[in-house]
């Protein structure tokens, strides 16, 4: 079987080109040859067909060896090019060697011109493979660097026993590098924060001793170059040679700040759910005690006159349980356990309502400027949860201003969170209502900023806070629907951003103003309180302004007597959490048995309401004053 062979002829000779081709068919060739004589036809020739070898004669009457090997050059094409004359000196053959060409042989040693063709078309061959190798090469690594930046991932391989490493670009930014700068051992423990050095050095004491040592590890980057803190996960493995030493770290490396970010928020929402819970739990039983320390100081106050020595103490008890409300409601706030009644507010008019008191709050060396945008509209918030939440700032900005300052309380209306907002809060559409509070303080340090929010957590002396100011004012902003974030740095102030969704302005039913008291009744009323001391204050309180009263402990007893009484029973008024039934099972089984009365119900806490008294249309919270349940059991009543 003979061998295809393309061979391309630069001769001005027929009857010599004759002689190379008869040559290589004795070698056992099948030969397909083209003679060309002058720079054209060779250019044609090369563009028309592939050629396997190019013979040329040194020397033509119109071309030459050196000017074909010149254009066989410029066409980029790696063909074999073989000098092939009748006589040729050394120099000008080593001449052409040294630009390129592969051989050069007598027309008179033609024996020598197979094993030449055949040993260049092979070489030919194998550095064809080897760029073929090498562009695969380098298409396999710029899809493995495209991945690898679609992913953030960062590459290292680190070299034992010279100790040189080669990071790639997206390591050297998680230590805060840049893409230019030469990395050591010395700069790689240097970027890494001190706190977990210590974990470091011992990953790479213990997988130098342990051979096939893969390693995960997470830890914290200081950047060398921008001083910028960074979460950074690792996945490497160690190499070993047989003699069991190692030679090679190689491993690759996440940024996983953001993640790190919304763990540490997971955690804290964890904890303040957690919180939230035994919160209630303390308030629910809290504001029982203090609905019968209220109720029956002001029901004392109301009865003796002004002179009475007994006076006095009781404006004291009445006051101290006023200041003992509101903590519970701020525990209750918080944990959003706390029933909200949501109005449309008028942010800019609110602030001027509670100018004048924010400047007492805040004294004389503390400069008090409002910022109101008379574009920012309204939204929807409870406006004495919204009071409180100006009040919380104010007074924190009061205490980080011991010797003066000045508070900035801005308003204004933006389509997008911005910036501020980035870490704290989604994309979300719509437009916003932002209320700024900012002061000239002593600022905050990151570790403070980063638990500001977290309940019981204070920078105050003993005695000089509760730690509850700002983690009621989270849970309010959260309540009402809005993102809250802080700015802040020592010695430079901090600044407050609350952002509310904007609604439309024109007042819907919610916003009604309430309806004058109209404390007394002749209706019948069902009362379900298993405390006996709220339950006998409710009744005497309501007994005192003409109502019937049916008094139970618990849902059965209740259910029992509204199917025993066989007068009209007007309204329930129920506890919500009650011993073997609850104000739910109650209010629905009470409804099915008299569908034409009303239901009232009284909570220390929100958790457990069920739909219907969420609204807080038919909803009382704990403690109450006489003068608040009569108006609200009026109001249900009277259908308002």
């Given at each position: 079987m003979t061998e295809p062979l393309r061979i391309l002829?630069?001769?001005?000779?027929?009857?010599?080109?004759?002689?190379?081709?008869?040559?290589?068919?004795?070698?056992?060739?099948?030969?397909?040859?083209?003679?060309?004589?002058?720079?054209?036809?060779?250019?044609?020739?090369?563009?028309?067909?592939?050629?396997?070898?190019?013979?040329?004669?040194?020397?033509?009457?119109?071309?030459?060896?050196?000017?074909?090997?010149?254009?066989?050059?410029?066409?980029?094409?790696?063909?074999?090019?073989?000098?092939?004359?009748?006589?040729?000196?050394?120099?000008?053959?080593?001449?052409?060697?040294?630009?390129?060409?592969?051989?050069?042989?007598?027309?008179?040693?033609?024996?020598?011109?197979?094993?030449?063709?055949?040993?260049?078309?092979?070489?030919?061959?194998?550095?064809?493979?080897?760029?073929?190798?090498?562009?695969?090469?380098?298409?396999?690594?710029?899809?493995?660097?495209?991945?690898?930046?679609?992913t953030r991932l960062g590459t290292f391989d680190t070299d034992v026993v010279t100790g040189r490493l080669v990071w790639s670009e997206a390591s050297?930014?998680?230590?805060?590098?840049?893409?230019?700068?030469e990395v050591s051992w010395e700069m790689f423990m240097r970027?890494?924060?001190?706190?977990?050095?210590?974990?470091?050095?011992?990953?790479?004491?213990?997988?130098?001793?342990?051979?096939?040592?893969?390693?995960?590890?997470?830890?914290?980057?200081?950047?060398?170059?921008?001083?910028?803190?960074?979460?950074?996960?690792?996945?490497?493995?160690?190499?070993?040679?047989?003699?069991?030493q190692p030679v090679r770290h190689i491993g690759v490396s996440l940024d996983v700040t953001e993640r790190k970010h919304l763990e540490e928020q997971l955690r804290q929402a964890q904890k303040l759910e957690s919180i939230g819970q035994l919160a209630g739990g303390v308030a629910h039983d809290f504001n029982n005690l203090l609905t019968i320390i209220t109720g029956y100081s002001e029901m004392a106050l109301a009865e003796i006159g002004d002179q009475h020595f007994l006076r006095d103490p009781l404006v004291e008890i009445a006051e101290a349980a006023a200041r003992a409300t509101t903590l519970t409601r701020q525990l209750l706030t918080f944990s959003r356990r706390q029933i909200a009644q949501p109005r449309r507010i008028a942010i800019n008019e609110l602030i001027r309502d509670f100018e004048k008191m924010l400047a007492r709050l805040l004294g004389e060396e503390i400069e008090l400027e409002l910022v109101l945008d008379s574009e920012v509209g309204v939204f929807l918030a409870d406006p004495g949860q919204i009071e409180q939440v100006i009040m919380n700032l104010a007074v924190n900005a009061r205490d980080a201003m011991p010797h003066g300052g000045k508070l900035v309380i801005e308003t204004s209306r933006v389509a997008s969170p911005g910036d501020f907002f980035q870490t704290h809060l989604p994309a979300a559409p719509g437009t916003w209502v932002v209320l700024a509070v900012r002061d000239t303080g002593t600022g905050m340090s990151p570790e403070v900023k980063a638990h500001i929010f977290e309940p019981f957590f204070t920078t105050k002396g003993p005695g000089k806070g509760t730690g509850l100011g700002l983690s009621t004012v989270w849970g309010i902003v959260?309540?009402?629907?809005?993102?809250?974030?802080?700015?802040?740095?020592?010695?430079?102030?901090?600044?407050?951003?609350?952002?509310?969704?904007?609604?439309?302005?024109?007042?819907?039913?919610?916003?009604?103003?309430?309806?004058?008291?109209?404390?007394?009744?002749?209706?019948?009323?069902?009362?379900?309180?298993?405390?006996?001391?709220?339950?006998?204050?409710?009744?005497?309180?309501?007994?005192?302004?003409?109502?019937?009263?049916?008094?139970?402990?618990?849902?059965?007893?209740?259910?029992?007597?509204?199917?025993?009484?066989?007068?009209?029973?007007?309204?329930?008024?129920?506890?919500?959490?009650?011993?073997?039934?609850?104000?739910?099972?109650?209010?629905?089984?009470f409804t099915a048995a008299r569908p034409d009365a009303r239901i009232l119900c009284m909570s220390g806490y929100s958790e457990r309401l069920w739909p219907e008294a969420q609204a807080g249309r038919n909803y009382i919270q704990k403690p109450f004053t006489p003068a608040a349940l009569l108006h609200q059991v009026r109001t249900v009543l009277d259908g308002k």
């Amino acid at each position: 079987m003979t061998e295809p062979l393309r061979i391309l002829q630069i001769e001005d000779s027929e009857s010599d080109a004759g002689l190379i081709v008869r040559q290589m068919e004795r070698e056992g060739y099948q030969v397909e040859a083209r003679r060309v004589e002058d720079a054209g036809e060779m250019r044609r020739a090369l563009d028309e067909k592939e050629w396997d070898v190019v013979v040329s004669d040194h020397q033509m009457a119109q071309f030459d060896a050196p000017a074909a090997l010149l254009i066989l050059q410029e066409s980029g094409l790696d063909i074999p090019f073989l000098v092939v004359s009748g006589a040729i000196g050394e120099e000008l053959a080593v001449a052409l060697m040294k630009s390129g060409a592969h051989d050069y042989l007598l027309k008179s040693d033609l024996a020598r011109l197979a094993p030449a063709v055949e040993r260049e078309i092979r070489d030919a061959r194998t550095r064809r493979e080897r760029r073929r190798a090498e562009a695969e090469l380098r298409e396999s690594r710029d899809r493995l660097t495209m991945a690898l930046n679609a992913t953030r991932l960062g590459t290292f391989d680190t070299d034992v026993v010279t100790g040189r490493l080669v990071w790639s670009e997206a390591s050297k930014r998680q230590f805060g590098l840049s893409p230019e700068a030469e990395v050591s051992w010395e700069m790689f423990m240097r970027g890494i924060h001190p706190d977990d050095r210590g974990r470091i050095e011992t990953i790479v004491r213990t997988t130098q001793g342990a051979l096939d040592a893969h390693y995960a590890i997470e830890f914290r980057t200081i950047g060398i170059e921008d001083g910028v803190e960074r979460w950074v996960a690792v996945w490497g493995r160690t190499f070993f040679n047989s003699a069991g030493q190692p030679v090679r770290h190689i491993g690759v490396s996440l940024d996983v700040t953001e993640r790190k970010h919304l763990e540490e928020q997971l955690r804290q929402a964890q904890k303040l759910e957690s919180i939230g819970q035994l919160a209630g739990g303390v308030a629910h039983d809290f504001n029982n005690l203090l609905t019968i320390i209220t109720g029956y100081s002001e029901m004392a106050l109301a009865e003796i006159g002004d002179q009475h020595f007994l006076r006095d103490p009781l404006v004291e008890i009445a006051e101290a349980a006023a200041r003992a409300t509101t903590l519970t409601r701020q525990l209750l706030t918080f944990s959003r356990r706390q029933i909200a009644q949501p109005r449309r507010i008028a942010i800019n008019e609110l602030i001027r309502d509670f100018e004048k008191m924010l400047a007492r709050l805040l004294g004389e060396e503390i400069e008090l400027e409002l910022v109101l945008d008379s574009e920012v509209g309204v939204f929807l918030a409870d406006p004495g949860q919204i009071e409180q939440v100006i009040m919380n700032l104010a007074v924190n900005a009061r205490d980080a201003m011991p010797h003066g300052g000045k508070l900035v309380i801005e308003t204004s209306r933006v389509a997008s969170p911005g910036d501020f907002f980035q870490t704290h809060l989604p994309a979300a559409p719509g437009t916003w209502v932002v209320l700024a509070v900012r002061d000239t303080g002593t600022g905050m340090s990151p570790e403070v900023k980063a638990h500001i929010f977290e309940p019981f957590f204070t920078t105050k002396g003993p005695g000089k806070g509760t730690g509850l100011g700002l983690s009621t004012v989270w849970g309010i902003v959260q309540q009402s629907g809005g993102f809250i974030g802080v700015n802040g740095e020592p010695g430079q102030g901090t600044t407050f951003k609350l952002l509310f969704p904007a609604v439309e302005a024109t007042p819907g039913p919610d916003d009604a103003a309430p309806a004058g008291d109209s404390p007394c009744g002749r209706e019948t009323i069902l009362l379900a309180e298993d405390e006996p001391a709220v339950r006998n204050y409710a009744l005497q309180v309501l007994e005192k302004y003409g109502y019937t009263i049916l008094a139970a402990s618990n849902g059965r007893e209740a259910l029992f007597a509204a199917r025993q009484y066989p007068g009209d029973i007007h309204l329930l008024l129920t506890d919500v959490v009650m011993p073997q039934m609850g104000g739910a099972e109650l209010a629905a089984a009470f409804t099915a048995a008299r569908p034409d009365a009303r239901i009232l119900c009284m909570s220390g806490y929100s958790e457990r309401l069920w739909p219907e008294a969420q609204a807080g249309r038919n909803y009382i919270q704990k403690p109450f004053t006489p003068a608040a349940l009569l108006h609200q059991v009026r109001t249900v009543l009277d259908g308002k």
